[in-house]
């Protein structure tokens, strides 16, 4: 594996790149760590440098998907200033998810359900949820709702099942109807003021 210009990747990278690729296409269990090796073109003994147990390069994996996918989600709520329509503006990042060639739903529901509980793993998605959900509800808070948490609760439930959608089946509809929701929770529980407008923070 290459980069622009011919030149050869770390090897750290093309493993996690690999794992990247094959985690998502066949779930973290049904991948194991001699075809991340052949694949990244690595050494055995380069492989355990950089990860000694095959849940590090999982737990580096879902980092590398947080970034992305909560990249996504603040960069379809930015679309507007209004701190209302960011709240259903985000459900954008959905529609573009479930479009995508080899769409598989939410790395995270897919890992934490792969996972034991307690362990490295199942750590990251609990953290990954409970961030995106804090910044949902700082959103709704400068949205005026009535109950931020609740809000949060229902708009990040409405998320999590759109993303779950795409292990069934991937239904483009999923995601509109799903925004459609989202704007009538907003619209029902953001009566007060908008206490701030703008770009949304990034945590």
């Known amino acids: 594996m290459t980069q622009a210009g011919g030149t050869r990747q770390p090897a750290r990278e093309r493993i996690v790149d690999t794992a990247f690729r094959l985690f998502y296409a066949h779930g973290a269990r049904g991948?194991?760590?001699?075809?991340?090796?052949?694949e990244s073109g690595v050494a055995k003994a380069?492989?355990?440098?950089?990860?000694?147990?095959?849940d590090d390069l999982v737990v580096c994996y879902l980092d590398k998907v947080d970034q992305a996918w909560f990249g996504q989600?603040?960069?379809?709520?930015r679309a507007t200033d209004d701190p209302r329509a960011q709240l259903v503006a985000m459900f954008?990042?959905?529609?573009?998810?479930?479009?995508?060639?080899?769409y598989h739903g939410c790395a995270f529901i897919n890992a934490a359900a792969e996972s034991h509980?307690?362990?490295d793993v199942h750590a990251r998605t609990i953290e990954h949820k409970g961030v995106v959900r804090a910044w949902i509800r700082d959103l709704a808070r400068r949205a005026g709702a009535a109950d931020p948490d609740l809000l949060a609760r229902q708009l990040t439930l409405?998320?999590?099942g759109g993303l779950a959608d795409g292990v069934l089946g991937a239904d483009p509809a999923t995601?509109?109807?799903?925004?459609?929701?989202a704007q009538t929770l907003v619209d029902q529980a953001c009566t007060g003021p908008v206490t701030q407008t703008g770009p949304v923070r990034a945590r």
């Not at 380069?46 to 095959?54: A, E, G, L, N």
């Open 31 to 38: 991948v194991g760590v001699d075809t991340i090796i052949a």
């Open 46 to 54: 380069t492989f355990y440098k950089h990860f000694p147990r095959k």
């Open 73 to 77: 989600l603040r960069a379809a709520a």
């Open 92 to 102: 954008d990042a959905l529609a573009a998810a479930s479009r995508r060639d080899g």
């Open 117 to 119: 509980s307690g362990g």
């Open 158 to 160: 409405l998320i999590d």
């Open 175 to 181: 995601p509109h109807a799903a925004k459609a929701a």
